[in-house]
């Protein structure tokens, strides 16, 4: 179950601002919107494509391998003239500066396109999780990330908005209220800057908008890009329904997820798009067959995979090439101590890994662009 650490608003003046910023349901899935998701599907280029996995607040380590590639320049502005860059999610959560990564991705979503080049930014299932109101996940420095002058007034108005619900819940459950131990608990879960990141990912949110606006996954050449992984039962859905059906959930999903709501979503679930690891991890011999399959029901000759680190740290190519694992832990530290950055580069068929002082052929693959 995805929950949030802070209680839930229900009135008072930031209870307001929350709901229609942050937790109120906004919009309808459009047929318009099912366009964007079937776009995403066919692409055809004859130019280089990168990939980048989870960054997770690795902002320096971003920028470098973002050099090393050839898509920004010193001042972390687009060089990559016509490539298509592809960002398979998870940017937030864990490191302290995943602010300034989604910033810089956003910016290069604009940059690129006045270039002559793409950029694809995918959700990962951090991204649908800081959406959801699950924050386990986050760290110190992205909360000080959204502080402000105005963050101990507006922690004060939201504490007000939830005092009355706290007590009447427990004057209900016949037990004594304590308000000194509740608001000791309240500042815990709380940190200054909390409130400014809920609005700021909520629907009509500078991130959260525009989050909402990305993909699940996309095809290139034939090779299709996503978080987690396809699994048999969403492989049969296709790429422009898997797009659709998770832009809708996170347009329409209610402030309050029940377990059952929860589990009726294709976002958060173990086999979905965003959390499917078996494809990092299930035998290759004995899932080879379940993996033509899954290319089959997608048109596709190969699967580009993050969230899932590889153990050593190195790009890794599975099935005979017809998976590649993006995640090597780029964050490092304590998280991932083996970790570094790390890129993939697709041209004229060859993937190659590209590390921050080096480049290696990965493989060959049969039907690539």
Not at 165 to 170: E, G, L, Y
Not at 232 to 260: H, I
Not at 310 to 319: E, I, N, Y
């Amino acid at each position: 179950m995805l929950r949030s650490p802070a209680p839930r608003v229900r009135n008072g003046w930031i209870s307001l601002a929350i709901a229609a910023a942050v937790l109120v349901p906004h919009g309808t899935f459009t047929d318009a919107a099912q366009d964007v998701a079937t776009a995403s599907c066919a692409i055809e280029t004859t130019e280089r494509v990168v990939a980048i996995s989870d960054v997770h607040g690795a902002y320096d380590r971003f920028v470098t391998i973002l050099r090393a590639a050839g898509l920004i320049d010193g001042r972390q502005r687009w060089s990559g003239g016509r490539a298509v860059f592809v960002q398979t999610g998870d940017v937030l959560d864990r490191g302290p500066d995943s602010r300034r990564a989604l910033d810089l991705l956003r910016r290069m979503e604009g940059e690129a396109s006045r270039a002559g080049g793409r950029v694809h930014a995918l959700l990962g299932n951090h991204e649908v999780m800081r959406m959801l109101g699950d924050l386990r996940y986050v760290s110190t420095g992205e909360y000080a990330a959204f502080r402000s002058t105005d963050s101990e007034e507006l922690r004060e108005r939201y504490y007000r908005a939830v005092l009355p619900d706290a007590a009447a819940r427990a004057k209900a459950s016949n037990q004594r209220f304590d308000e000194a131990a509740f608001r000791t608990g309240f500042l815990d879960r709380t940190p200054l800057g909390w409130v400014e990141m809920q609005i700021a990912f909520g629907p009509k949110g500078e991130y959260g908008r525009w989050l909402r606006e990305r993909d699940t996954m996309i095809t290139i050449n034939g090779t299709v890009f996503v978080h987690g992984g396809i699994s048999r039962s969403v492989a049969t859905m296709g790429c422009a329904t898997v797009n659709a059906t998770v832009r809708s959930e996170l347009t329409t999903a209610p402030a309050s997820l029940s377990p059952p709501q929860m589990a009726a979503l294709l976002a958060p679930r173990e086999d979905g798009p965003l959390w499917y690891r078996g494809l990092a991890q299930e035998n290759e011999s004995a899932f080879a067959s379940e993996l033509d399959a899954i290319l089959l029901e997608l048109k596709a000759s190969a699967i580009v995979v993050g969230h899932t680190v590889t153990p050593d740290g190195r790009l890794t190519s599975r099935f005979g090439g017809r998976v590649v694992q993006l995640d090597t832990g780029m964050l490092g530290g304590t998280f991932y101590p083996a970790g570094r950055a790390s890129a993939l580069e697709i041209r004229n068929g060859q993937f190659t890994a590209i590390y921050e002082d080096r480049r290696e052929l990965l493989v060959t693959t049969a039907g690539a662009k």
